[in-house]
């Protein structure tokens, strides 16, 4: 199974343009990004970017479809995986695709965890990516060991499945960093829950005066003076 | 000494008596050092379990969950949980809004949808802006041009439109 079959399960929207913004970013970086590993490992500032995308692509309500679907399909790649790993001779590359999928069965336990209503949260993505790299962000998420392990996972992850049959040296990097950052996610999911649930709730607070009308402009300009007096 | 008298007409200003606060509202003024206010313009400041949760659990990112630590503060145990059919309210909000509903008390908001919902119910609303209107009137804070420069630094969406609106009822345009 490909990283665009991961991504993008079949029977979902092919085109780019019925794909939210925040989805091709994701593609973009992933594109842009995982051929020139091993050499120029992940950043911060790269994370945090991925993060942004994550948070927004997981939470936006058309998004919910794409999860179920996302999960049953690394349903039926873990046991892709274990058939790989069963055939496969090279012990290295053996243990790489244990890695692989132990790191797939954590992602799809996440995704499987997380609640109805940080799924049906109504960010929005493209206004999300509009914030682009304030230092200030990249700063509280790389500051935050949950977030960051969260961004790593699945990035390498489909990294390495992307690298499977082209790189050998790459898959391997990847598989050892998707298994990691898999060990470091698993015992704390709850906690990184609830800090994805903070970082959402912090995200439409910023968002909030997009969504007011006239009505409510009026409302605050009229609603403090009777205070003022 | 124009300090001082300003001071002096603050504290002969009525305070918002009681004020049942969201999240948002508390993560946007402790984005610009102004949590506080909330201390000077209420007589009694309401964090509902529901809210203190959100913003405890992003402690790492601000200092927003310290407003229970203000001394006009009250934290509520949870005690509202029949209002399902807001599905697009987080648990927050629907308690901010059953909470001012119950007890007849302002509530802070700024979800448009949240801020609807509870006129609809006759609650009488502010939101972050309005509160920092409320502050430049009483003399608790200077101007608002820096305060409102600071949140959109931080990335919050504010137009243009919108914050000129703000300026011109601070008297700062």
Known sequence: ?229 | MGRGRTRERAQLLAKIRSLVVDAGPCIALASIGQLGLLEELCEEVIVPHAVFQELADGAKFDNAHLVVQLANARLMPPEISTLAEWRNLGAGELHVIAYAEIHRVVALLDDAYARKAARRNGIEVLGTLSLLLIAKAQGHVEALAPLIAVMRAGGYRLADGLVLDVLRAAGET
């Not at chain 1, 309500?61 to 349903?75: D, H, K, T, V, W």
């Not at chain 1, 046991?79 to 290295?92: I, L, P, S």
């Open chain 1, 1 to 229: 199974m490909s990283a665009a079959e991961l991504l993008r399960p079949p029977g979902l929207p092919n085109s780019p343009a019925e794909l939210s913004p925040a989805f091709r970013e994701l593609r973009r970086f992933l594109t842009d990004t995982a051929p020139e590993r091993p050499s120029t490992p992940l950043d911060d500032a790269e994370l945090a970017v991925a993060f942004q995308v994550l948070v927004s692509e997981l939470t936006s309500p058309e998004r919910a479809a794409m999860i179920a679907a996302l999960s049953a399909n690394l349903g039926s790649a873990l046991d892709d995986w274990v058939k790989r790993e069963f055939n496969e001779a090279d012990t290295m590359l053996k243990l790489a695709c244990r890695q692989v999928g132990e790191a797939a069965r954590v992602y799809k336990n996440l995704l499987n965890a997380l609640p109805d209503e940080l799924r049906s949260l109504a960010v929005h993505a493209a206004a999300s990516n509009r914030e682009g790299r304030s230092d200030e962000r990249v700063a509280r998420y790389a500051s935050n060991q949950d977030l960051l392990a969260l961004s790593l996972l699945p990035i390498a992850l489909l990294t390495a499945v992307e690298a499977v049959d082209r790189d050998p040296g790459n898959f391997l990097f990847w598989a050892q960093k998707a298994v990691t950052s898999a060990r470091l996610v698993e015992p704390r999911i709850h906690e990184i829950l609830r800090a994805m649930s903070a970082e959402v709730a912090r995200l439409e607070e910023r968002g909030a005066w997009s969504e007011w009308d006239e009505e409510e402009l009026a409302s605050e300009l009229n609603s403090w003076q009777k205070y003022a007096r």
